[in-house]
C-alpha cells in the first residue's frame, strides 16, 4: 500500500512550511524526508540556464549553486536502460544528426498525439547512445551554454544517482532527486515501460523509503496511481496549463488539466500523490497581452486537500517571463526574475522549479 492517504499537510501563513505528518491509519505516522521551513529549490534540468540540460555538469552545478533538489527526466534506451533527456527525440539535445553511422535510425513516429521526425533513445542501445555527445536545445536563447556542446555524454539515472551521493557527501546536505516518468503511456505501448525500471533502480540504489529525499513526476494520472502501490516516496502530479493528461485522452475520459485543479479535482490528487507541479501559470495566470493577473485559489485549495505545490519553471529570459517582469524587448535578455520569484512565493507555495536555481535560491534567502 502507498503512503498517500496517510500523509496530512499542514500549511504555515507566509512563504513557509512546516512539513508535518499525521497518521490517518493505525499505524506509526509517517515523516517526510525532513522538516522544511523554506521554499524547496529544485533545479530544473539541472541548472540547465548555465550548461547544457540533462548533463552530470548541470546536475554538479545546481547542486553547488544550493539546489534541494536535480531533476532528470527519464526515457528508456533499446536495451531498457532509463536515461536521463527531456524528450525520447535527441535530435536537437544531442550530436546524432552528424554522425552518418547512425543516419538510417532518423525516423517519424507519432508520439502522445504528435507527429515527430528525428532520431529517438528507444532506437539506441545504451552502449551506441554514450557513443553521441550533448547539445544546448535552446543555442538562439542561451547562446553562451553552446561552448559546452560536444564535452558531455547522455547519462543514465544511475549515474545521476550516484553523482547526488558523492555531491551530498561533499557539499554535506542531502541533495533530492526529482525524476520525471516522460510519456509513458507511448512506452508502455512499445513494451519499453518506465515504471519497473524506475522501482527496481530506487530499489537498488536503497532510496525506495518514506525517508528518501526523492520525489517521482508525471503528467499522466495512471502511472502515478501504479507507482503508489510500489513506491514509499513522494509523487508528484505535473498539471499543465491546458490539456490534458495523455492517458485520460487516450481512455476517453473528458477531464481535463483544469478539471483537475478544482477542489474536486485536488482531492482526488491527493489519494494518489503528495505533490501537484502546475505551470505557473496555473497559480499566476497572464492575460492576452501576456500580463500577470490576480493569482488563482488553486495554491490554497491544494493546500486544503493535504498537497504540496511546486511549480515550473522559472527560467530568467525575458522570453519566458511575464511582460510584468520584461527589462526590455529583447527576448534572449535577462529579465526580473527577483520580482517573478517573489510574486511566486507571495502565493504560498512549497517549491519551484527554475532554470537558474542560483537566482532561486538568492531569492529565497532575501525572503
Not at 351 to 367: K, Q
Amino acid at each position: 500500500m502507498g503512503i498517500r492517504g496517510r500523509l496530512t499537510a499542514l500549511s504555515l501563513t507566509g512563504l513557509t512550511m512546516l512539513g508535518m505528518v499525521v497518521a490517518t491509519t493505525g499505524t506509526a505516522a509517517a515523516e517526510p524526508p525532513e522538516e522544511r521551513a523554506e521554499i524547496e529549490v529544485y533545479g530544473h534540468r539541472g541548472a540547465s540556464g548555465y550548461r547544457p540540460e540533462h548533463t552530470l555538469a548541470s546536475y554538479e552545478l545546481a547542486a553547488r549553486m544550493g539546489a534541494d533538489y536535480i531533476e532528470p527526466d527519464l526515457v528508456p534506451t533499446k536495451d531498457g536502460v532509463l536515461v536521463a533527456r527531456h524528450e525520447n527525440d535527441i535530435t536537437n539535445t544531442t550530436d546524432v544528426a552528424e554522425r552518418p553511422e547512425f543516419a538510417d535510425r532518423k525516423n517519424t513516429k507519432v508520439i502522445d498525439g504528435t507527429e515527430h521526425t528525428g532520431w529517438f533513445t528507444e532506437d539506441f542501445t545504451l552502449a551506441e547512445l554514450k557513443t553521441l555527445r550533448a547539445a544546448e536545445r535552446l543555442p538562439e536563447v542561451r547562446q553562451q551554454n553552446t561552448i559546452y556542446d560536444g564535452r558531455f555524454q547522455v547519462p543514465t539515472l544511475q549515474e545521476v544517482i550516484d553523482l547526488r551521493d558523492r555531491l551530498s557527501e561533499e557539499l554535506g546536505r542531502d541533495i533530492g532527486i526529482a525524476p520525471e516518468t516522460k510519456h509513458p503511456s507511448y512506452f508502455r505501448s512499445i513494451g519499453l515501460p518506465l515504471e519497473p525500471r524506475l522501482v527496481d533502480v530506487l530499489d537498488e540504489n536503497g532510496l525506495n523509503k518514506l525517508k528518501s529525499k526523492v520525489v517521482v513526476q508525471s503528467f499522466e494520472v495512471s502511472n502515478l496511481k501504479q507507482l503508489d502501490s510500489e513506491l514509499n516516496v513522494r509523487l508528484v502530479q505535473l498539471i499543465s496549463s491546458s490539456g490534458a493528461p495523455q492517458d485520460f485522452v487516450e481512455a476517453g475520459d473528458p477531464r481535463s488539466y483544469e478539471d483537475m485543479v478544482t477542489p474536486q479535482g485536488l482531492r482526488e490528487i491527493a489519494g494518489y500523490a503528495d505533490v501537484i507541479g502546475p505551470d505557473t501559470e496555473v497559480v499566476l495566470p497572464v492575460d492576452d497581452d501576456e500580463f500577470r493577473t490576480e493569482p488563482t485559489a488553486v495554491v490554497d485549495d491544494a493546500h486544503a486537500a493535504g498537497l504540496e505545490v511546486v511549480p515550473y519553471t522559472v527560467r530568467a529570459e525575458n522570453t519566458f517571463l511575464p511582460a510584468d517582469f520584461r527589462s526590455s524587448d529583447d527576448p534572449n535578455a535577462y529579465g526580473d526574475a527577483f520580482g517573478f520569484f517573489r510574486a511566486l512565493f507571495a502565493t504560498g507555495i512549497d517549491g519551484i522549479f527554475s532554470d537558474n536555481p542560483d537566482i532561486a535560491v538568492a531569492a529565497r534567502e532575501e525572503g
